[in-house]
């Protein structure tokens, strides 16, 4: 297996960021995997240790705290590895009408939709320009390609990954990192529960996906330096559409099936 250094994957204890850390490592990638829970932490780090030859770390943070990211790249460097990729999977989204959604709790999200990547990325880029080749893979998601009523603030969060993916992967052009943004649709990895969208679930369940394809897809578009990738057929049809249409139907037929299924206050 060919030894490509150390990525380092955030929120890499389940879903998406589990399977991108064992997609990583069948690839030949050692893996430093972050996120709060330690004992789900261990289990990914055994099961990619077990494709890898043993190489595997982690360590715990809670990506809220503003030292957070300062505190895991100083642990990455701190372990003597050779750094090349960055995996900015960690998340947040929540459900309902701007208004009425708590502001602390859209700020935090915010927080770790936008900051904390940003921030992680800026720390560690140094390192990664110094690898013969590197690759930074930045979950955004298919909210980012419209406005969407009841998905205000995570809906623009994941349009700033997005963008930012892109205009970073501009600036980079000609060296050794290049820049990747994945573009899922429905994941089935509870996602639905913690933005408070129990009312989605027979949706989800449905046209969602596993997170295992969505990895595999995110890892080889990464390995051939595309600028984006959205996994899965019947999404890549869907924002093929997008494209073709102007914005204000767009927003309404994206918006609509979510304002349908919003309780009622």
Known sequence: ???????????ASQGLGAALALELARNGFGVLLVARSGPALESVARQAAALNNGRARFTTADLF???????IAGWALAQEVPITCLVNNVGQGLWGFFSDLPLHDQ???????MDVP?????????????????????????????AMATFAVYA??????????RSLRLELAGGPVSVTAVCPG????GFTERAGMQAMDD???KFGTGPEPVAKAAVRA????????????????????QGLMPDSLNERVASAIYLKRLPKK
Do not use: C
């Open 1 to 11: 297996m060919e030894d490509r250094g150390y990525a380092l994957i955030t929120g």
């Open 65 to 71: 705290n503003p030292n957070a990211p300062a505190e």
């Open 107 to 113: 700020q935090r999200m915010m927080l770790l939709n």
């Open 118 to 146: 940003v921030e992680l990325t800026h720390r560690l880029l140094p390192v990664l320009k110094e690898a013969p080749r590197a690759f930074i893979l930045n979950i955004s998601s298919m909210t980012a390609y419209s």
């Open 156 to 165: 623009a969060s994941k349009a700033f990954v997005r963008t930012w993916s």
């Open 186 to 189: 429905s994941i089935i990895t």
């Open 203 to 205: 949706l989800a369940q």
């Open 222 to 241: 990464m390995l051939r330096h595309k600028a984006e990738v959205v996994p899965g057929l019947l999404n890549k049809i869907t924002a093929a559409l």
